[in-house]
């Protein structure tokens, strides 16, 4: 089999495509073949070496990936060959609360990914695939949306009517805004990019903000919803954190994930967060069990998440460098196979 390797943070011209024997599932094991993969932007970071130290290498990169059963080790009587599967994140952190030991098993991370035509999945581990979504598309959801669905539903306790802001056109922000239409409630939605804000408006999106135009966003988001918004899904970390803690209103949550927007400024409002007692949630994807109802709740409501471009498995170091570029518009997929 084919697939993609990195032997240390070496960047994106540091990714080998190599072979390898085709893996034999063991007792309660599943063989997966792999049919799509997207990127996110920890996978970037993993490839750059910006991402600690806890990555192994030789390293199979990448953590979101979908594909049919091809064969059953010996006790999997939950799937067949030709079933089509998702791959968690955390391969063992099946329910609950999170742990060290839970955490342990990340894709792409601590353990090989799915940048690979064939993998090994524990049966725990695997979700069945939405019949309404392509591979391409249920290749989207094991960490931007599990982590989406965590920020907004799960951990964000989001209700109907109540108003959520989201950060940029990334996986995540884009997965975000679909729940929380799907929930009932009002979005506003940031971006630097008028183009991409005239994108944002047909997924339902209330009111929009280019912060680029607009440096006082927080500010603004706060006003147009009144006393201030009820949750914020913040990817860009503490770069942009402040001005999330000028929209959040009294008692509502900041649902903190990413590292996008660089360090933070001079001028923290954090005590202004103490003042307003509002929440700062850290977000880190979900369970198997998370991933499963994410997943059946997008089957009922025949959601499709945002894919912007598919590549081919030859060209794994454009779709890293496209997605580099920032000029996507939700996943950059990679087919395989």
């Known amino acids: 089999m084919k697939c993609y390797e990195l032997q240390g943070p070496s960047g994106i011209d540091g990714l080998t495509l190599v072979d390898k024997p085709v893996p034999e599932p063991g ?3 599943v063989l997966v073949r792999l049919r799509a ?21 030789p390293l199979v ?3 979101d990936g979908a594909g049919v059963v091809e064969r059953l080790g010996a006790g999997v009587r939950e799937f067949a060959a030709g079933d089509r599967v998702i791959g968690s994140f955390f391969e063992s952190w099946i329910a609950g ?7 342990r098993t990340n894709l792409g991370g601590a353990v090989d990914g799915v940048l690979t035509e064939y993998r090994i999945f524990p049966k725990h581990a695997l979700v069945r695939t939405p019949e309404h979504l392509s591979d391409v598309e249920a290749a989207a959801l094991p960490c931007a949306g599990v982590t989406a669905w965590s920020a907004v539903v799960k951990l964000g306790g989001l209700k109907p009517g109540q108003t959520v802001l989201t950060q940029g056109t990334g996986g995540v922000s884009l997965f975000a805004i679909q729940f929380a239409k799907m929930c009932g409630a009002r979005v506003i939605a940031t971006s630097s990019s008028d183009a991409k804000i005239e994108r944002l408006k047909t997924l339902g999106v209330d009111h929009t903000l280019n912060y680029g135009a607009t440096p006082d966003w927080g500010k603004k988001a706060r006003e147009w919803s009144g006393h201030g918004v009820d949750l914020v899904v913040e990817v860009g970390g503490v770069g942009t954190l402040n001005e999330s803690i000028r929209a959040t209103r009294i008692g509502g949550t900041i649902a903190f994930i990413g590292v996008l927007a660089g360090p933070p400024p001079s001028n923290s409002r954090l005590p202004l967060m103490v003042m307003q007692q509002q929440r700062l949630q850290g977000i880190t994807v979900g369970s198997v069990e998370d991933l499963k109802a994410m997943a059946e709740a997008i089957a009922v409501h025949r959601m ?25 518009f939700g996943k950059v997929a990679i087919e395989i196979g």
Request: proline content about 5%.
């Open 304 to 328: 499709k998440p945002m894919v912007d471009k598919i590549f081919s498995f030859d060209q794994v170091t454009a779709a890293f460098s496209y997605m580099e570029s920032g000029a996507h």
């Open 97 to 103: 609360e999170p742990s060290e030991a839970k955490m």
């Open 37 to 57: 993969a997207t990127l996110n932007y920890r996978d970037l970071l993993i490839v750059k070496g910006g991402y600690g130290s806890r990555q192994k290498f």
């Open 27 to 29: 007792e309660g094991e």
């Open 61 to 63: 990169p990448v953590s």
